[in-house]
């Protein structure tokens, strides 16, 4: 650059040269980013008194915000600010903003909760997000339920009851479901025979011959499987027994079964082995009298129960 063109600029320089062509302009940041950067440093000595910030020794400083909260034991709180006090407080709001509407669910007949079409919004939003917390990791989001571990809650199909009740006692007390195993009782032929009934209830195309012999044993008193199951099949709601005859299958995966004897297979290894593991916690020690009654709702109206 020649030295016309250097001396032409009106830049100012920081009086720096190489060479004596090569100059070092003066280009100062903008005034606004300036500002800015104050402003920004401000900021930050505000923070550093307002919140925890700097460690001292086996502490820290509080800062003088403070935030008062009701722990889950009922009680009240003061702490300086921190980030799990702060999720304590905004959930007592929450808290706080839903009472009414679950005192209205606690005070009103369950019946009448579905047909008001407030509270009927209510108990689908925040039912959802109960039964997402604690009865999803069983029955999955929506209820569906998972073969060999958690029924399906939306099939109007209940080995314990469908209606409000009967929910309602499911969830406060849980469930222990119990089959016993058949091993020493039932020879293979025998346990195939029975499989082969259970089959045809369900309009599989098993051997007819097999299917009457099992027939016989189901209501004899080898295996008495009436007593649990009906004389019918359609199981027992008071001993949450299973209904044969209505193509759901929770123990026994024959819907995943392509062949015959891969279905005979399902339901013999539940007939040999039984089931002690229909196994559903009671929640009356978690949740308040008001959730499960919610819950409840909730659950009736995911299918099942109309």
């Known amino acids: 650059m020649s030295q016309e063109k250097l001396q032409s600029h009106t830049v100012q320089t920081t009086g720096h040269a190489w060479d004596g062509d090569l100059q070092e302009y003066n280009n100062p940041i903008p005034d606004w980013w300036l500002y800015a950067f104050y402003i920004s440093v401000l900021a930050a000595v505000a923070y550093w008194f307002t ?17 008062t909260y009701v722990n889950d034991k009922g009680v009240t709180k003061t702490t300086h600010w921190n980030t799990r006090a702060l999720l304590m407080h905004e959930t007592n709001e929450a808290v706080a903003a839903q009472k009414p509407y679950f005192d209205k669910v606690a005070a009103m007949p369950f019946e009448q909760i579905a047909k008001n079409p407030e509270l009927n919004s209510f108990v689908l939003s925040a039912g959802k997000q109960l ?6 990791a069983c029955h999955q989001q929506g209820g569906g339920g998972k073969m060999d571990f958690a029924p399906n809650l939306t ?16 969830i406060t007390d849980g469930r222990h479901g119990y089959m016993p195993p058949f091993a020493e009782v039932l020879t293979d032929a025998q346990m195939t025979q029975l499989a ?6 369900s309009h599989n195309a098993v051997n007819p011959e097999s299917a009457k012999a099992g027939d016989v044993l189901f209501h004899s008193e080898t295996a ?20 044969l005859t209505d193509s759901i299958w929770l123990w ?7 062949t015959i004897p891969l279905k005979e297979a399902a339901v013999k290894n539940v007939i040999r082995t039984g089931l ?3 196994v559903m916690p009671s929640w009356k020690d978690r949740l308040s009298a008001e959730q499960i009654k919610l819950l409840t709702v909730y659950v009736h109206e995911l299918g099942g129960g109309k």
């Open 276 to 278: 002690n593991k229909g």
């Open 131 to 136: 039964f997402s917390d604690n009865c999803a």
């Open 155 to 170: 099939d109007d199909d209940w080995l314990y009851g469908g209606h409000y009740a009967n929910i309602q006692q499911t």
């Open 196 to 201: 082969d009934y259970v089959l045809s209830l």
């Open 51 to 67: 919140y925890p910030a700097w460690p001292i020794g086996n502490g820290f400083t509080t800062g003088f915000d403070q935030i």
């Open 252 to 258: 026994a995966d024959v819907p995943d079964a392509k």
């Open 224 to 243: 008495a499987c009436y007593y649990c199951h009906g004389v019918d099949a359609k199981g027992r709601q008071a001993h949450g027994s299973a209904n």
